[in-house]
């Protein structure tokens, strides 16, 4: 019985993806679903992002979150448009919380959707929410090994940004091991070391975006 | 039915926690049930600690992870008993997995048992492993704003140890600001900034562990 029910539900889960995803394909717009670890840095990315991109883009973006508003009020004060998910103990965003919360996103006038999803690396990667795109965040004090240590994570993202570089001096982590970890779980991933705090690496996460939404225009 | 469902999944883990504390209070054993993200350095900490307590007491520690059984080896070289669980896509420990691997422990022949949980700041906190203790590590890189953002870890945890304050210097973490919504979230919990890697505030965690393990000898 619990395996019909978990088939049930995640079969009303595929249908809410692919509601999503016409939607998002008709707008033109592009949807990215960041995930990673509480603390990773996926909110001052985004901020940092925001701010870069928003002259060139119109952005939305969807707060997820067991709790609080905080984040969307930080990306609020970056000057874009956010809409808070509290999921209430809800370890990970699903497609159904997304199709909710459309209505509030007008997505005619938005090039770019952002769906931060809640800080756990295990849940958030077993759903598929409609996106374009799916990014993980790990950052340089977590250590490499949480690569082989969180596989599916890292198997069903296309992009890992290494964040916090800047600490790269006081932590130990070892960006070639990471490399080489992330080609065995996924060859087809690219891994892109950054820091949203000092910059470095930035123009070339600003750079996948654009191109990212260059893909979404085609017909 | 959903509802119906998940309550007696509930009721047998609570029956499963209850036969593990049981065993637990038979033999004496402390048993700490130790929660964070993933990269908050729980295993590091466990590393030390093992060094630093195996003379006085008989150690035994589980390991659980999605995959990999790296952290067990790692305690295995701090030279103690390690067990690993792999959960495999799980995202928690459950009492049924802890009870499953007892008997591969010699409880008789242990003072203090360590279960390291999944990397996962918001499912293992609804789970009771029959512990006598949960304790929380939240690292300085990942933000003191996770104790507002995961309440429910920090409501249930009786002692939130800070770890990688060396860190500090570099990253932006309010110590006066966690005390405060610490408070605000569980009043009975207790903050301890430590570093697993300088050994700052270490000896204020073992300290912690020889009382409450002198406790769970009172008759």
Redesign the interface.
Known sequence: ??VT?EKDVMENNDRAAEFNRKLFQKTGTLVINIMS????GKTTILEKTVRALSGQYRISVIEG????E?DADRIRSAGTRAVQIATE?E?HLDPRMIAKVLPEIDLDETDILFIEN??????PSEFDLGQTHKVVVL?T???N??I?????MFHVTELALIN?T??IP??PFDLDQARKDLQAINPESRLMPVSARSGQGFDDWLNWIKEARQACLKP
């Open positions: 019985m619990k029910l670890s509480p603390g990773a979150d067991i709790a609080t905080r103990g370890c809640v800080g756990n690396l295990v849940c950052s004090p977590e250590g090994d949480k082989p240590k969180y596989p599916l916090k800047d600490l006081y932590v």
